[in-house]
């Protein structure tokens, strides 16, 4: 894969030489790519038990850190599995940022073929942030690396968006959508954890079965509208309710998460849904959806 905007080259063969050169206890370990990964992430599996993920560019080059200090914080409580790093590497052999040695997870990722209509995906989805939100907060202050960016930051991208796919979407309807979220009351309680990213890929299948949560790179405390974006992604009418009323989620939270699915859906659409007919239809999928309410 091109590395994006001129990040580093990474192969099996660089991942090799970081684990023999910092982890040498797991150097005669057989290390195998996974495809397909994510867009910030190159995956390899360790053995049979680990997993080693370097960012792909500098925007994800604080995730690593990030997980190893408070995933297994929070990962007793929750009712899925999450991963639990077990190193942080550092630079080195040329590649320039920390790169993570964690857990493996074994999963599919979630589709909306096998769960879409699954009343009891929705409840364990809401039984997972529900126990996320009342995790407890960090002690002191947790820094810059948890803060919550209001849904007002995406104001300007998102009217430009939706001007930039007048014609494929209803730009009429999603500005109606868009300026009911940008008036929606804004969270007015204490703050709650949130996972940031909270979309099908990031859910991981067991046989059929959710089994656990993964890449907790927007990992924050704040508002928990973002969250919601999982209803649009994965949900159909119905089953969203049935998530709905499992997490109790009042009306100006539940028009704040339809404008994160909507901002978030036509950020991935308009960067990158003319290259990948994948990305393409699942991003219409959550626009509309959100649409739907």
Not at 159 to 186: C, H, K, Q, Y
Not at 227 to 246: E, S
Request: glycine share 10%; net charge negative; aromatic share 6%.
């Amino acid at each position: 894969m091109t590395p994006p905007e001129g990040g580093p080259h990474i192969d099996t063969a660089l991942v090799g030489r970081l684990v023999d050169a910092q982890f040498p206890q797991w150097s005669r370990l057989p290390l195998e790519r996974v495809e397909p990964a994510g867009s910030d992430h190159v995956i390899h599996r360790l053995g049979d038990e680990l997993s080693v993920r370097l960012p792909r560019h500098a925007g994800a080059r604080g995730q690593a850190a990030k997980e190893f200090r408070w995933l297994p914080r929070l990962a007793p409580h929750l009712p899925l599995a999450v991963p639990v790093p077990v190193a942080v590497g550092e630079p080195g052999c040329g590649y320039p940022w920390p790169w993570a040695v964690s857990r493996w997870l074994p999963g599919e990722a979630a589709t909306v073929a096998a769960l879409g209509d699954s009343a009891d995906a929705a409840g364990e989805l809401a039984g997972f942030l529900t126990a996320l939100q009342r995790s407890e907060a960090p002690e002191g202050r947790a820094g810059a690396e948890l803060a919550d960016r209001p849904l007002s930051e995406r104001d300007g991208a998102t009217r430009e968006a939706i001007a930039r796919t007048d014609g494929v979407f209803d730009a009429g309807a999603l500005t109606g959508l868009w300026n009911e979220a940008m008036s929606a009351p804004a969270w007015d309680r204490p703050p709650v954890w949130f996972h940031g990213d909270f979309h099908t890929g990031n859910l991981l299948t067991v046989d059929g079965r959710l089994s656990a949560v993964i890449d907790f790179e927007g990992l924050g405390r704040g508002d928990p509208a973002r969250d919601l974006m999982i209803a649009f992604t994965l949900m159909t009418p119905a089953t969203r309710g049935v998530f709905r009323d499992a997490l109790g989620v009042d009306d100006a939270t539940w028009t704040r998460g339809r404008g994160w699915a909507l901002a978030t859906g036509l950020n991935a659409h308009v960067a990158h849904a003319a290259a990948d007919p994948r990305v393409a239809a699942q991003t219409t999928r959550q626009i509309t959806q959100a649409l739907l309410g």
